[in-house]
T-cell receptor
Framework: ETGVTQTPRHLVMGMTNKKSLKCEQH?????MYWYKQSAKKPLELMFV???????ENNSVPSRFSPECPNSSHLFLHLHTLQPEDSALYLC????????????FGPGTRLTVT | KQEVTQIPAALSVPEGENLVLNCSFT??????LQWFRQDPGKGLTSLLL?????REQTSGRLNASLDKSSGRSTLYIAASQPGDSATYLC??????????FGKGTMLLVSP
C-alpha cells in the first residue's frame, strides 16, 4: 500500500449534496493536512491536525468540515459547496508538525455543478 | 506574509540539456524548503528537502541549493529526459508546518 491514499479520486457533486473525502496514511505519522489546489493558483493549506487535534484552520469556510478520528485517517466533509470550490484536494502527512518533510496523496478531483 | 515566486512559469528543452529552475521567497525566516514534482492531475512527489542550515541537497540527477539570506533556491536537473516532464513546485516552511507554495514551473522535455 502506498504511503498516503485518498478516496475517491474523482467526485462530482451538486451544490446541495453532502459528501466526504477520505485520506489514509500508512507511514506512522502523527500530523495530517488538507490542501486545496485551484487552477492558476498556488496550493493553499486548509487544515492541520497534530495527533488528532486540529492545530490550524486557515480561514476556511464552514461548508468544509474536517474530521481526524485517529492519526492515520483524515476526512473532509463537504456540504452546500459552490462552483468555485471545484479543485484538486490534496492530503499530506508528516512525522509531526514543524520542520518535517510532508508526503502527499494523489488527490481528489472535485467538481461542483 | 510569505510569498513564493517561481521562474520561469514554463520551460521547454530538448532531451539531454541541463536546466535550472528558480524559486524566490520574501521572508528569509524559514525552517526548510521542499521541491516537489507534480504530474498532470496527480498528487505531489517530494524530490528534495533542504533544511535552513543546509546549502544544498542532491538526489541522482537533481541538485537543489538554498541561499536563505537572499531568499533564493534553485533546482538543477542534469541531462534532462522526457520522463522529467512535469510541473515542479517549490514550497517553504515558515513555521509549524505551514508550507507556502509557488505556482510552479511547467517543464517539457522533448525527445
Amino acid at each position: 500500500e502506498t504511503g498516503v491514499t485518498q478516496t475517491p479520486r474523482h467526485l462530482v457533486m451538486g451544490m446541495t449534496n453532502k459528501k466526504s473525502l477520505k485520506c489514509e496514511q500508512h507511514l506512522g505519522h502523527n500530523a495530517m493536512y488538507w490542501y486545496k489546489q485551484s487552477a492558476k493558483k498556488p496550493l493553499e493549506l486548509m487544515f492541520v491536525y497534530n495527533f488528532k487535534e486540529q492545530t490550524e484552520n486557515n480561514s476556511v469556510p464552514s461548508r468544509f468540515s474536517p474530521e481526524c478520528p485517529n492519526s492515520s485517517h483524515l476526512f473532509l466533509h463537504l456540504h452546500t459547496l459552490q462552483p468555485e470550490d471545484s479543485a484538486l484536494y490534496l492530503c499530506a502527512s508528516s512525522p509531526w508538525t514543524g520542520a518535517y518533510e510532508q508526503y502527499f496523496g494523489p488527490g481528489t478531483r472535485l467538481t461542483v455543478t | 506574509k510569505q510569498e513564493v515566486t517561481q521562474i520561469p512559469a514554463a520551460l521547454s528543452v530538448p532531451e539531454g540539456e541541463n536546466l535550472v529552475l528558480n524559486c524566490s521567497f520574501t521572508d528569509s525566516a524559514i525552517y526548510n524548503l521542499q521541491w516537489f514534482r507534480q504530474d498532470p492531475g496527480k498528487g505531489l512527489t517530494s524530490l528534495l528537502l533542504i533544511q535552513s542550515s543546509q546549502r544544498e541537497q542532491t538526489s541522482g540527477r537533481l541538485n537543489a541549493s538554498l541561499d536563505k539570506s537572499s531568499g533564493r533556491s534553485t533546482l538543477y536537473i542534469a541531462a534532462s529526459q522526457p520522463g522529467d516532464s512535469a510541473t515542479y513546485l517549490c514550497a517553504v516552511n515558515s513555521g509549524y508546518s505551514t508550507l507556502t507554495f509557488g505556482k510552479g514551473t511547467m517543464l517539457l522535455v522533448s525527445p
